[in-house]
């Protein structure tokens, strides 16, 4: 008997070929693809695999014509330049999964996890695989877990295969035909081309950034003021208790009322407050939280998460669920967590009987992320501090509540009341376990009712209203949680994506004019591909397809219906939009002045396949100028010639002005504004500038890799 498992990536086909047979033996297919043999229950088993999707959507037609006839093909066809790695892995699976007697599914258990495996059977080891084909299901890569699923085969969810295939066409649908649709608008009224990105989920996340954008812009801020006063006694400061005065007159009559008068005691209040333990980490909290306290990207996060998954260490990253079943079997994760020291300071505090404060959301594929209990080793320093995350989290929800009193006192000065406020902790709980969470523990001064205190000084703070804040990665995978928008596998890839399209910029995103005026052109012209509860809607009977509410053929014929709509008003009105997308674009691409008074423009050069800046007034002024490969403009230009400053190459990037001939040195060591010590190896911080804006960085790199967000820098340096 001979059986063939089919595995997501490498390093998942060596824990489940290890974890089935201690004897399993590692050969290599064209000298370079691994693959596993072994021998269980007087089976001969292949272990196989692949790295992701192994099969992409490409139209019966041609790949630049609009289409709604779409088949599989392999993606390295489809794509030589970025999916050209796959063609050996295909051809792997083609030799070595053909004819088998059975086959297992041993894919990831989600929905894109369904749809490799099933395509990997029907389309390399032939479409009789599927009538052979069992399926394992597991949340983690431990020996237990593996052989516990290869023994408890179930059937492959079929509706998991349809919602899989309905998202891929749908994402094409709006992805590439309307994207092609724009691209020729753009080509037919300006003679240009221009390759446009938009996407079912996208384009209504850009939507929401650009509402963000115009709100900011818009907004005209108020001013208001704030009356504290700073006692003698312990130098504590009071604050009126109108807070925010936005009566210019009030706040003048308060202060001219209260200046030189002493305050007195008017009311103590003391009260009790519980705060319970966080919830287990979903995918959403984890890359908020990792964000927060590392400044890491959801994307950089949710890579982290999956390798620590691959490796066995800790669970599958991609779920919705904050509950921990207690099928888990804690003690035995405990247990071997508390061989670690560090860890077993905390363990050993537990309660006896272990209830974790399990959150509200659910996953019926997998629980929450939790440490499986192996201990890893050789982990990098971002994966570390991950792995951390995680099991500190998984050791706290089972924790009682923290507990505080608070001290609230209010203080009369001639009539007008001000109060100050402390908080003390009587219990820490839960968070005594929880080292990536400030405990606010303040003394309480020794007051009593009456007690007379004179005012060192009073003072009137004028401030204005700030604008909405813009929005940062974790909260905008936040808000798209809260919106109902993508899917917790999808959202930190599709902020991502606006960034490599360039429509976005800066860890507070900013939008660009690119950007700006796509969403205000198909706003104005094809309102429904910016439209969330389009979006909403399309996800709901996606998932219904895993409830039998609906079906494939009619979620991906109501798509159809939907995109047709789109194209119809694209065609009516192709000459505006054409033109305004073109310019917009032109727009975006001013990178500074020319010294004729033009716009210098980048442009791309078909011919030399490179970027370069030209001025906007071509042919009367010829002033060009080479960018280097993977130039940055900054926002900052030479001192010396007035042309924009680039940032170039890497392990430390340079700085040069865009005309090498200008002769100007930039950044000299004497410039560099110095942030702080580094935590890690003592040098300096510095700013520096990545793909994703400004950050800082350690002075001593590629030796020191620490990194965080400027805005989590006075947070790293206290901790």
């Known amino acids: 008997m001979h059986e063939v498992i089919i595995c997501e990536k490498p390093s998942s086909a060596e824990k489940i070929a290890k974890a089935l047979s201690s004897k399993a033996k590692k050969n290599l297919y064209n000298k370079k693809i691994k693959y596993w043999t072994l021998n269980r229950d007087s089976k001969d088993i292949t272990v ?23 088949h599989w093909a392999p993606a390295y066809e489809v794509n030589k330049k970025t999916s050209g790695y796959t063609r050996d892995y295909v051809r792997a699976i083609q030799k070595f999964g053909k004819g088998a007697d059975s086959y297992v599914h041993a894919c990831d258990y989600d929905v894109e996890g369904t749809l490799i495996g099933y395509n990997a059977l029907k389309y390399a080891c ?52 309307i994207s092609i649709a724009l691209s020729n608008a753009v080509r037919k009224s300006k003679k240009r ?138 003690p035995s994760i405990f247990k071997q967590l508390a061989q670690n020291n560090d860890y077993r300071k905390h363990i050993s505090q537990l309660p006896a009987k272990l209830k974790p404060n399990n959150g509200k959301k659910d996953d019926e594929a997998h629980p929450a992320i939790h440490p499986t209990g192996i201990l890893p080793s050789g982990l990098s320093k971002d994966e570390q501090k991950i792995y951390d995350l995680i099991v500190y989290r998984f050791i706290s929800v089972f924790f009682e509540a923290a507990k505080f009193e608070s001290m609230s006192t209010t203080l009369d000065i001639e009539g007008e009341k001000f109060r100050f406020r402390r908080r003390r ?8 376990h929880y080292p990536f969470r400030k405990i606010d523990d303040e003394k309480f ?55 490599d399209r360039k429509y976005i910029d800066g860890n507070k995103i900013s939008v660009n004019q690119l950007g700006k005026n796509l969403i205000d052109t198909l706003s104005s012209y094809c309102n429904n591909l910016t439209s969330e509860e389009l979006t909403r809607d399309l996800e709901d009977k996606l998932e219904g397809i895993n409830k039998e509410k609906t079906t494939k053929d009619s979620v991906i014929n109501e798509g159809e219906k939907d995109v047709k709509e789109i194209l119809v008003d694209i065609d009516k009105n192709t000459d505006e939009i054409g033109s305004k997308l073109y310019d917009a674009y032109q727009e975006s691409n001013i990178v500074g002045k020319c010294k004729c008074g033009g716009n210098l423009i980048k442009r791309y ?69 110095v942030l702080g010590k580094c935590p890690e190896c003592g040098r300096d911080l510095i700013k520096r500038s990545g793909r994703y804006g400004d950050f800082v960085g350690c002075k001593g790199f590629p030796r020191c890799r620490f990194t965080c967000a400027l805005d989590e820098l006075k947070y790293k340096l206290k901790k």
């Open 193 to 330: 081309f221009l390759k446009l990105s938009v996407g079912r989920v996208q384009t209504p996340t850009l939507s929401i950034l650009v509402d963000r954008e115009k709100e900011i812009e818009e907004f005209v801020p108020e001013p208001y003021w704030v009356i504290r006063a700073i006692l003698d006694f312990e130098d504590i400061e009071i604050k009126h208790v109108d807070g925010n005065i936005f009566d210019r007159e009030r706040a003048e009559e308060i202060f001219n009322k209260c200046q030189g008068k002493d305050a007195t005691v008017d009311n103590i209040d003391f009260s009790n407050s519980t705060t319970r333990p966080p919830v287990p980490f979903n995918l959403g909290g984890l890359q908020s939280e990792a964000y927060n306290v590392f400044g890491f990207t959801p994307k950089r996060t949710q890579v982290i998460a999956q390798n620590l998954y691959s490796s066995g260490y800790t669970s599958y990253p991609r779920t919705s669920s904050q509950k921990l079943p207690e099928s888990l079997d804690f």
């Open 425 to 432: 902790v009587t219990h820490k709980g839960w968070m005594e």
């Open 445 to 499: 001064p020794e007051v009593k009712e009456g007690d007379s205190m004179s005012v060192k000084e009073l003072i009137s703070d004028e401030k204005e209203t700030k604008p909405p804040a813009r929005y940062n990665q974790a909260s905008l995978i936040k808000e798209l949680e809260k919106r109902e928008l993508g899917t917790k596998a999808t959202r930190a890839d599709i902020i991502d994506k606006l960034y």
């Open 605 to 673: 050069s078909p011919k030399n396949k490179s970027y370069f800046v030209g001025c906007s007034n071509y042919p009367d002024c010829n002033n060009t100028y080479s960018i280097p490969k993977g130039a940055r403009f900054l926002k900052k230009t030479c001192d010396k010639c007035g042309l924009p400053i680039i940032s170039f190459g890497s392990k430390p990037p340079k700085h040069a002005c865009l005309d090498s001939n200008c002769g100007k040195e930039h950044l000299e060591p004497e410039q560099i504004e």
């Open 126 to 177: 032939g479409e009789d695989s599927l009538s052979k084909a069992s399926r394992m299901k597991f949340s983690t890569l431990t020996k237990k877990d593996i052989i516990d699923a290869y023994e408890n085969k179930i059937n492959i969810d079929m509706h998991q295969v349809d919602n899989g295939i309905a998202r891929h066409i749908l994402d094409y649908y709006f992805g590439m035909n």
């Open 48 to 70: 196989l695999s692949g790295v992701g999707h192994l099969y992409s959507l490409i139209p019966n037609t041609s790949k630049s014509s609009i289409s709604f006839n779409l």
